[in-house]
T-cell receptor, first 110, second 114 residues
Framework: QQPVQSPQAVILREGEDAVINCSSSKALYSVHWYRQKHGEAPVFLMI???GGEQKGHDKISASFNEKKQQSSLYLTASQLSYSGTYFCGTEIDSNYQLIWGAGTKLIIKP | DTAVSQTPKYLVTQMGNDKSIKCEQN?????MYWYKQDSKKFLKIMFSYNNKELIINETVPNRFSPKSPDKAHLNLHINSLELGDSAVYFCASSHRSSGTPGYTFGSGTRLTVV
């Protein structure tokens, strides 16, 4: 089952914060987050393994609630460079086969 | 050095033709993938190939066939191209035990069938 991402799209002003959610109906082994800029390939941001850990680099972090089968991506003090479509990829059976969400389009305005 | 390289970057062809897309990775990853991304940006897995085991997405028409001569290469051959095949095709690779656990994608091949 494809994970559900929300919101589908969000428009922010530079410096504002955003949260993107990814929910699955199945128990998850891991959640991946990727960003795809227009006309480019998706780029890996981070992976979260079951255990409820939170990860981050720079001003982008993520959490994974194993009990709720949900992950959230947090973008703090957004920069213009954060614009793009964010995808979560969920792994159910530790077989490294990802099931992808439909993406969340993030637009950052000056 | 490019980690995952795909050729060609653009491909315009007529309906009914046969075409191939090549993919090579120099990361030492043990699994490679082909994805189709349509105009709505949805990433659809087509094939994954791990240590000679091919995993096929059953919804992929048998006009599509992957060929992997070795662990570093996974090519995609498409027969009898149809208008609906127009999309961006991404190759990707991964290796769970590597220092970079995520997928690494190639730059994509934009296929246009006319």
């Amino acid at each position: 089952q494809q994970p559900v991402q929300s919101p589908q799209a969000v428009i922010l002003r530079e410096g504002e914060d955003a949260v993107i959610n990814c929910s699955s109906s199945k128990a998850l082994y891991s959640v991946h987050w990727y960003r795809q800029k227009h006309g480019e390939a998706p780029v890996f941001l981070m992976i979260l393994l079951k255990g409820g850990e939170q990860k981050g680099h720079d001003k982008i972090s993520a959490s994974f609630n194993e009990k709720k089968q949900q992950s959230s991506l947090y973008l703090t003090a957004s920069q213009l460079s954060y614009s793009g479509t964010y995808f979560c990829g969920t792994e159910i059976d530790s077989n490294y086969q990802l099931i992808w969400g439909a993406g969340t389009k993030l637009i950052i305005k000056p | 050095d490019t980690a995952v390289s795909q050729t060609p970057k653009y491909l315009v062809t007529q309906m009914g033709n046969d075409k191939s897309i090549k993919c090579e990775q120099n990361l030492g990853h043990d699994t490679m993938y082909w994805y189709k991304q349509d105009s709505k940006k949805f990433l659809k897995i087509m094939f994954s190939y791990n240590n000679k085991e091919l995993i096929i997405n059953e919804t992929v028409p048998n006009r599509f066939s992957p060929k992997s001569p070795d662990k570093a290469h996974l090519n995609l051959h498409i027969n009898s191209l149809e208008l609906g095949d127009s999309a961006v095709y991404f190759c990707a690779s991964s290796h769970r035990s590597s220092g970079t656990p995520g997928y690494t994608f190639g730059s994509g091949t934009r296929l246009t069938v006319v």
